[in-house]
C-alpha cells in the first residue's frame, strides 16, 4: 500500500484526498486549525468545477444543496437589466451552466466522502520538517510525531509551507483589489447570477447559493493589503453597495452580522515549474493562487486533484508521475491566474484602451468547460 499524506483541509485537499480514493493508498489529511471547515461564504462553480465534482462522485449532492441557474443578468448601476446571457451547459441539459453553493456546505459533502472511505483526518497538527530523500519522504510534525510516507502533497493555500519546502519562498502579488463577500436571504428575483455595471471602480454581482440565500460581492480598489477590523466591515460593504439600485438597497438592509460577512485582500501565485522534489508536491492554491474574477479557482484545485491521481494510477514511478501532472496543469492554471488579473486590472484602470471584459470571461470560461 502507498502511504500519502495530504497537508490542508481546504477544497484542494478534500479532493485530493476523494480522487486518491480510486487507488490503492492510504492516506493521512492533516490540518492546522482544529476543524476542518470553510467561510461562512457562498462560492460560485462553473462548468470546470462541476466536471470536477462529477468525476469525485459529488456532484447529484452538490446540485442538490446548491442553486443553479444558467444565466447571468447584467444591470446598470440603477438596477436595470441591459442583458441576461445564456450560459451553455456543457455537461448536459440536466446539469446547470454555473452554480452557486455555501462553501461549508461543500467542505462538509467532500469531507464526508472522504472520512466514508476511511482516511485518517488530524487536525491542529501541521508538518515542520520534510526530509525527502527520494526512497521515503520522512515527516516530523508539530505535535512531535513523525512518520514515513511515499508521497507528501501540500494542499496547504496560498502560504504554502510544502511548496516552500519544494521551491523555495515565494511572495504573493498584491492585486491592489480587495473583496468584500456579504450572505443574504435571496429575494425571489434573484434566480440568476447578477453581474452589475461598476461604479467609480467598485464593481458587485450576486450569486445564489440555495432557495433562501445568495451572497453579494464587491471588488474595491485598494493602495495596501490593510485589513479594516471585522466589526467595521458590514458598514462598509453598505456604503459600497450604497451607488447601486433595483434590489440592493433591500439587500442592504440584511447586512449587518459580522459573521456573515468576509474580507479579502486579492493576492495571485503562480508558483514555478516543476511543482515537486523527489516525493513531494502541491495542489491548489499552494501551486497557483487566483483572484476571483471567472469563479475559476476552485475548479483548478478539483482539476489538479483529479489530473494528480490519474498520473499516479498511469505511472508506477512517482516522479514521473508528479513531472507529468506538472505538464499537464501549468498553463491552463497559469491562464486562470493571468485571466482573471487582467480583469481586475481594466476594474481598476477603466480607461484601458482595448479593454473588452465580456469577450475576455467568454472566452476563458469556453476553454476551461473543455476537458482537461
Ligand atoms: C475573494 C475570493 C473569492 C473566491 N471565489 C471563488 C469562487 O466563487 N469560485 C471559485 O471556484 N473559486 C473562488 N475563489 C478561489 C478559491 O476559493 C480557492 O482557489 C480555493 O478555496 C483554494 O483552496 P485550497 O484548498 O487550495 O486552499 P485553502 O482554501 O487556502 O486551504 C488550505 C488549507 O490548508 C490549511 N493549512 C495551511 N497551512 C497548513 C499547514 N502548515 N499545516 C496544515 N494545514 C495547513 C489551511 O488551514 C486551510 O484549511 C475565490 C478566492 C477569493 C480570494
Redesign the pocket.
Known sequence: VTRALI????????SAALALGELDYSVDL????DT?E?LG??????TA?MRALERLGVLRECIDHGYGTSEVGLHDVDGDLLAVVPLPQALGSDVPGVMGMM?PTLHRILLDHAVSRGFTVRTG???EEIVDDEAMATVSFSDGSQREYDLVIG????????REFVSGSLSAQFQHQV?Y?AVVPRPASVTREIVFDGFKRVHIGF?PTGDDSMYI?CLVPADDMNRPPDAEIPSLIRGYLKPFGGVVPELCDHIADPALV?F?V??TIVAPKPWFRGRTTF????AH????HI???????LEDALVLAEELKANENIAQALESYTTRRFDRCKFVVETSAQLGYWQTHPDTVGADPQALIGGALEVLSAPF
Do not use: F, H, K, Q
Open positions: 497537508v490542508g483541509g481546504g477544497i484542494a485537499g478534500l492533516v490540518e492546522r486549525n476542518v470553510a461564504s457562498g462560492i460560485t462553480l462553473i468545477a462553501r497538527l501541521s508538518p494542499a496547504d493555500g496560498i502560504r504554502s509551507t510544502v473583496c463577500r450569486t460581492y468576509n479579502t486579492l493576492e495542489v491548489g492554491d499552494a493562487s487566483t483572484t476571483p469563479a475559476a479557482g476552485a475548479a483548478m484545485c
